[in-house]
């Protein structure tokens, strides 16, 4: 194998990656990258190494730890060069300088949905922080400084914490669902007081972010600060607790459920208690939900949303109990989960299919259901048994949830977050462009793909071709057939298809190794260290000049192959089929 990477012009492994770029290992002039694109949001998510959800993150301040800045103050002097909560000089020294009240540093901002504010803080000469967002429900809460926990005063919050990090210094955060103008920090002489006319406390790195925990610090400046998943990034994934990551490409999709991870924005049934932040989600932050029915046999305990589409997904963990329902609002579409065994149990009529699948190690899964008719009531029950709607509660013991999501399509795409009420849309991958006319030979050579996808009876290609648009004029692809489930490898030259050779796949979402050898008369199919088909008619290629994850037609997306790509190899000579059968194998 090892030899055969030595031959090739161009191999793709998920490895590098800048903004807009997915990099290829060769050529090494890198004309083999390709561009890469997709929407402008941060709704992509992945699965990381360490078997996490990982998310486009940013800090929607400016200048963060900047205070001098973009900040404005309030009878309030600051000093930099203090020490901070990370070893370095970078703290801020927040100082009242006149006034009896309210004296404060704020920034103003505009931002809605669900929002965490968050600000390391040190006592100086005041044992106390209040740190207040000014919104349509103002949010806020005192913290002590001295001993470390949350005041007694606070107002319009879904939750609140303080966190020690060491010498003195803590993170304090608030968590609230609200459509913001202003954040503030205040020096306070006490639990719900700011009447003091002197004293100081020690400051660094604000953060205002999406969602309902206050992740890793981003610094900022004069833009907002991102990482994580950004908007044109490619996601080398992890899925299935892999060891080494596939390039994962999808299609647009939307999720229709607003507050996918705020659940107490959705509506409840039969008096079902839940409870934010209570543990660990897929995320290996603390925010995800324990929903726990009340005390008391009922049928009707659920919560929900109304929202129409056909593919319904859900994170879930055991607690106390341990089998999931979820339900569209049309008869028959009952699908249940054992959450301790990873088992799909009981489905019924209106149920195309169902899947549950381990994220990390933590217990997690994630649940998910296809349903053949839209839905109208999307419900998550905790229940007792397979095939029942029955619960008996005592008001603590439930079940673990994170991140809904509702799609229009036949199958579930990864994770979108949503933290508003209406929709968000993650953007198709677009992967295209890589190589020149120097890196491909058009007489000879095999083209190899190491791929998966999923069933949605639309064709899926990898193509090389002459990049001349709305032509089939040099073409070769590779890919996908799903409706008649069937991968293959299609030559055009001068408009006319010179081979098709084929072999039925009976499940697209396992891993496929294929390979097309071309030469003039002498073009062989590979599939799995098997040769599946050739053609002894064909003419040579006049031109192949950039390779592309769609047919090469000059449209992004144009039978586009969304799934899983390990690697793409190009050799620019003729390999024995004995290689071609040791390297598909």
């Excluded at 056909?310 to 579409?333: D, I, P, Q, R, W």
Aim: aromatic share 10%; glycine share 10%; net charge negative.
């Amino acid at each position: 194998m090892s030899s055969a990477l030595a031959a090739a012009s161009l191999i793709l492994k998920p490895e590098g990656y800048s903004e807009g770029t997915l990099e290829s290992l060769k050529p090494i002039d890198r004309s083999g990258d390709f561009t890469f694109t997709r929407g402008s949001n941060l709704s992509a998510t992945r699965i990381n190494s360490a078997g996490l959800i990982e998310k486009g993150r940013e800090n929607l301040l400016l200048q963060s730890n900047q205070f001098d800045t973009t900040w404005l103050t309030a009878n309030t002097s600051l000093t930099g060069g203090q020490s901070g909560y990370d070893g370095s000089s970078d703290a801020w020294l927040l100082d009242i300088v006149s006034g009896t009240n309210s004296q404060r540093i704020e920034q103003s901002i505009s931002q809605s949905g669900v929002q965490t504010y968050s600000v390391y803080v040190k006592k100086g000469t005041l044992n106390w922080v209040r740190i207040r967002v000014n919104a349509t429900v103002t949010a806020q809460s005192y913290f002590d400084l001295e001993n470390g926990v949350v005041g007694t005063i606070q107002a319009g919050l879904i939750s609140r914490s303080i966190e020690s990090v060491g010498n003195g210094w803590f993170r304090c955060s608030i968590v609230f669902n609200s459509t913001s103008s202003l954040v503030r920090i205040y020096p306070a002489n006490d639990d719900g007081s700011v009447t003091q006319s002197s004293g100081n406390i020690y400051i660094q790195d604000a953060q205002l972010e999406i969602g309902l925990v206050a992740t890793e610090p981003i610094l900022s400046g004069a833009t907002t600060g991102l990482a994580g998943i950004l908007e044109d990034s490619p996601r080398f994934d992890y899925s299935g607790g892999a060891s080494c990551p596939s390039l994962l490409l999808e299609p647009s999709r939307t999720n229709l459920i607003g507050y996918s991870e705020h659940f107490d924005s959705w509506l409840t049934s039969g008096s079902i208690i839940k409870i934010a932040n209570a543990t660990s989600s897929p995320e290996g932050v603390i925010n995800a939900y324990k929903i726990i029915p009340p005390s008391g046999t009922a049928t009707n305990v659920f919560i929900r949303q109304n929202a129409n589409g056909e593919s319904f997904s859900v994170f879930a963990k055991a607690a106390e109990k341990t089998k999931l329902l979820m339900y569209s609002g049309v008869s028959g579409s009952n699908a249940y989960y054992d959450l301790s065994s990873g088992e799909v149990l009981t489905t019924l009529s209106d149920v195309v299919s169902a899947d549950i699948e381990s994220v990390g190690s933590d217990g997690w899964y994630r649940c998910s259901v296809t349903w053949n008719t839209t839905s109208t009531s999307i419900r998550i029950y905790a229940v007792d048994a397979d095939n029942s709607t029955s619960v008996t509660g005592n008001g603590s013991d439930g079940l673990f949830i994170y991140g809904a999501q509702l799609e229009q399509g036949s199958y579930p795409t990864s994770y979108i977050p949503n933290h508003s009420g209406g929709s968000v849309t993650r953007e198709a991958d677009v992967c295209e462009g890589a190589g020149t006319s120097s890196t491909f030979n058009a007489d000879e050579g095999v083209f190899y793909a190491e791929i998966s996808t999923n069933t949605d009876d639309t064709d899926k290609a990898i193509s090389l071709n002459n990049a001349v648009s709305g032509s089939l004029n040099n073409r070769l692809w590779m890919g996908y057939a799903t409706s008649n489930k069937r991968i293959y490898a299609l030559g055009y030259v001068n408009n006319s298809l010179q081979f098709a050779l084929s072999k039925l796949m009976t499940d697209e979402s396992l891993f496929v190794k294929i390979a097309c050898r071309y030469k003039r008369n002498d073009i062989a199919f590979f599939v799995n260290g098997e040769k599946v088909g050739t053609d002894t008619s064909a003419i040579n290629f006049t031109e192949l000049t950039r390779l592309d994850f769609n047919i090469g037609t000059g449209v992004s997306g144009a039978s586009a192959l969304y799934g899983n790509v390990k690697q793409v190899l190009v050799f620019n000579s003729y390999l024995s089929d004995s290689e071609i059968i040791t390297l598909t194998s």
